[in-house]
């Protein structure tokens, strides 16, 4: 027995009040439509998913590439600068023994992004193509994915806090550096990124599978 | 293939978009897809009162947990401390406007909206206020739940002290209670709120 589905039965659901709204004669997935509850617009599936997707993806990777070569903050003691990039911040924690505070900003710093970035590319390939799509092991990623995004903005706090903590005139003080930049436009387009992203076209392509099965059992 | 079913008998999950009947939920209960296992309906224990003091609550507690100073270090006789709002000046003072503008957001325009909003709606629905205007207010409201990052700064508070306990001799000030307040506060004003319920009401009142 198989699901049925609000686009099958020609429903769609309002994104932002979870109001389903009966499609007109005609209507498809990408089709503007006006919710009669919240009177808001909005698309059956998010229109041009995968584009956007893809296209802020890039733009996160392309990010990532100087936010990891530049420096995150420059530490001043008695007036000499010190630049640490994101990984020197971390081998500092590593050298001092604090390994589970290494391993925190580690994740948070390296492995999210690039988890987000990677694994972005291979959801939009998976739906693009069909082949070996797994809607529910792949949705439970993507979800995994959205939910990790804001953590990543950990190492951009702690430089914030330690900016305005450490300011004690000549003896020592810290200065963020360019990287910080290009690293915050990294969390924030792999944000955007998971945002364009429909959930809901790894099940579409599941469906028109199974109802052609279904068809040629007849 | 059109079928004629009245739609407010129906749910769709928001991930998979599979379709159910409206599950009839007591206070407490949630209702899952069996599809995809995300949460299809919730109805939350006593949602508009809890969310009512818990906003109130953080709308009082954000202005210590904003001003008051979060840590301090010692060095060589000198001491500076510094707060959330200090954290913001202080990347402005060193050119980095982008960043403080995004840390403003995150960590204290986009916390305070919602607690506002929720007290707002919360507020409307205890003293039987309900407006119109609410619709398009608890629509816009939505937008903002993926940018509140008061837990990820949390973090970075502790990341913080532990860089510093190394070199420096560091402290501990009120405002970080008061932070640790205003997260709990924020966190339990807005995961009280019932999204379904609000919804299901306005659209009772003023949608024919
Ligand atoms: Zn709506
Ligand atoms: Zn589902």
Known sequence: MSIKTAQESGLALCPKCHKLNDMEEGADIHTTMQCTRCHGMFYPRKPHSLQYTLAWNIAALLAFIPANIYPIMIIYSVGIGDPNTILSGIGEFVDHGLYPIAAIIFTASIIVPLLKIVGLFLLVYRVHTGVRLRPDKHSKFYHALEFLGPWSMLDVFVVALLVAVVELGFVTSVSAGPAINYFTLTVIFTMIAANSFDPRLLWDKDQSNENAKEKNDC | ?208
């Open chain 2, 1 to 208: 293939m059109n079928t004629t079913k009245d739609t407010s008998q129906l749910i769709a999950c928001l991930q998979c978009d599979a379709l159910y009947d409206t599950p009839i939920l007591k206070q407490g209960q949630s209702a899952k897809c069996i599809r995809c296992g995300s949460i299809l309906a919730e109805r939350k224990v006593d949602s508009i009162e809890r969310s009512f003091y818990w906003s109130l609550a953080g709308i009082m507690l954000s202005v210590p947990a904003i001003l008051l100073p979060i840590m301090g270090v010692t060095l060589v006789g000198q001491y500076h401390h510094a707060s959330l709002l200090d954290c913001i000046l202080a990347l402005i003072e060193h050119g980095f406007i982008m960043i403080a503008t995004l840390v403003f957001l995150f960590t204290l325009a986009v916390p305070i909206v919602r607690l506002l909003g929720a007290f707002y709606i919360t507020s409307s629905f205890k003293f039987n206020r309900l407006k119109p205007s609410l619709l398009h207010f608890f629509r816009a409201f939505h937008h903002l739940d993926n940018w509140a990052m008061l837990n990820v700064f949390m973090l970075g508070i502790v990341v913080s002290m532990y860089k510093l306990l190394d070199d420096t001799e560091l402290s501990v000030n009120m405002g970080l209670l008061a932070f640790i307040l205003w997260l709990i506060c924020s966190t339990m004003a807005a995961s009280s709120l019932d999204q379904d319920y609000i919804w299901q009401e306005l659209e009772n009142k003023f949608v024919d």
